[in-house]
């Protein structure tokens, strides 16, 4: 038995037609069902359905074999438990760092408003800017517009929602892609169907 866990939303809508091309398909009546465990056409394959979150979690504890992750959320939270094995490149973006004008960004202590405190923290670290980080939950992009911070990091697309708001992206963080992650014993004790599933997908990417 395999089971991948899957976040709702994009990464589902763009890791399913992926499975299936290795010929591995839910049905829209699983789909649309309430079940958050789904069953595929191959018995022993079964899809968790779960907040983007919460997918490195369910992989880490080895309740899911094999996830799909956004590299922000698999960045965040850390490799404990767990390998990447494979770049979908699918649901890509880039972390940023956005704010209303270029001076804001230029502050002494920076206020940060964030859901990726981390990952925050760690590129100001690095970049040796002393920061107060402010972890927010969603809607971002209102701390600075509010006064509530002078900038944001947060993944930018298009950059549509950074521009409604009155934000401008300065500085790349990273570039984002979801990535394969498996639990490694997981990986130990089901190395060959992990195996064969890793190669057959990353032979039709
Ligand atoms: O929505 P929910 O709270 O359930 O969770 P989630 O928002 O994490 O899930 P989902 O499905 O929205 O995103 C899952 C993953 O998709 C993320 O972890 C990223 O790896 C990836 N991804 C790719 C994105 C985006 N692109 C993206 N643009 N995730 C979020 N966004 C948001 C961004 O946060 C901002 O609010 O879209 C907005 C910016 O988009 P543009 O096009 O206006 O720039
Ligand atoms: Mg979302």
Same mark, same amino acid.
């Given at each position: 038995? $395999? ?8 990464? @589902? ?5 992926? @499975?299936?091309?290795?010929?591995? =398909?839910?049905?829209? &009546? ?5 079940? @958050?465990?789904?069953?595929? /056409?191959? =018995? ?20 899911? &074999? ?11 939270? +850390? ?28 502050? /002494? ?8 405190? *981390? ?5 100001? /670290?690095?970049? /040796? ?11 971002? =992009? ?16 298009? +950059? *549509? ?10 500085? =790349? ?6 990535? @394969?992650?498996? *639990? ?6 089901? *190395? ?12 039709? $990417?």
């Amino acid at each position: 038995m $395999l089971t991948i866990a899957l976040s709702k939303g994009r990464i @589902l809508k763009e890791t399913l037609p992926l @499975l299936a091309t290795i010929g591995i =398909e839910v049905s829209d &009546d699983e789909l649309n069902s309430r079940k @958050l465990i789904l069953d595929s /056409n191959v =018995e022993d394959i079964k899809i968790i359905v779960l907040r983007a979150t919460d997918v490195p979690v369910f992989v880490q504890h080895g309740v899911a &074999d094999i996830g799909v992750s956004g590299k922000d959320v698999i960045e965040e939270k +850390g490799y404990m438990g767990i390998y990447e094995l494979l770049d979908l490149r699918i649901s890509k973006c880039r972390m940023m760092v956005a704010a209303k004008s270029a001076s804001d960004i230029q502050k /002494n202590l920076l206020k940060v408003a964030t859901k990726y405190p *981390n990952t925050a923290k760690n590129y100001f /670290n690095k970049i /040796n800017r002393q920061v107060e980080i402010i972890k927010l939950y969603g809607a971002m =992009e209102l701390a600075p517009v509010v006064g509530l911070s002078d900038c944001i990091v947060d993944l930018v697309d298009t +950059g *549509n929602t950074l521009k409604a708001n009155g934000l401008k992206a300065f500085d =790349e963080i990273s570039s984002i892609s979801s990535r @394969l992650i498996v *639990n490694i014993s997981s990986y130990k004790s089901k *190395n060959i169907e992990i195996k064969d599933l890793v190669e057959s997908l990353e032979k039709n $990417l």
